[in-house]
């Protein structure tokens, strides 16, 4: 009994932790999107108003659209919202189902695995160079890659450990 509410307390623990990072990065993303949208207001006032081009925008603008997506691919991922074909694993028998979401979450968890793998070997090897008109290092571009590929990967773990221990509670998962 002991053993049984020990591991209970330890994946709840896992899920709180796993469920505030989300959170996270969904503020992040959020900011982010307030800043694209300002910037780009800036943008079109500067241009058509002060007839005086902020050049910065667009390099800002590319560094901020890199890290919502990547954020939120990962979020996408840890809430299940993230594109994907349920109509297979809805069609098929229970047992198939079973496999067929553990090796979605194999993929997953492989996929973000290699986003963080390339996505680092990327940002360092571009830390070097500055990217034009903001002054701060090219590695920026790619480093969003790195954190939403470990970000996928941890949470496409999050979902293989509460499966094995039958405590997913994913709608389309094993029913």
């Not at 307390?9 to 999107?33: E, N, P, Q, W």
């Not at 108003?49 to 939120?72: C, D, R, S």
């Not at 694993?89 to 189902?97: E, G, L, Q, T, Y």
């Not at 954190?147 to 996928?152: E, N, P, T």
């Amino acid at each position: 009994m002991s053993d049984v509410l020990h591991k209970s307390t330890r994946l709840r623990r896992m899920s709180t932790a796993l469920d505030a990072i989300a959170l996270i990065c969904k503020i992040v993303t959020g900011i982010a999107l307030v800043v694209l949208t300002v910037i780009f207001g800036w943008l079109v006032f500067g241009r058509y108003v002060l007839n005086a081009t902020p050049t910065w925008v667009e390099q800002v603008a590319l560094l901020l659209v890199m890290l919502i997506a990547f954020l939120g691919a990962a979020v996408g991922v840890h809430e299940h919202t993230h594109l994907s074909v349920s109509i297979l694993r809805s069609s098929v028998p229970r047992r198939v189902r079973s496999v067929l979401v553990v090796m979605s979450d194999i993929a997953m968890a492989g996929f973000g695995g290699l986003m963080l793998w390339y996505g680092w070997q990327l940002t360092l090897f571009k830390w070097g160079s500055l990217i034009p008109l903001i002054q701060v290092p090219e590695g920026l571009r790619s480093l969003p890659l790195t954190v939403g590929g470990a970000l996928i990967l941890l949470f496409s773990l999050g979902h293989l450990i509460r499966l094995f221990l039958g405590a997913d509670e994913r709608s389309d998962s094993i029913e």
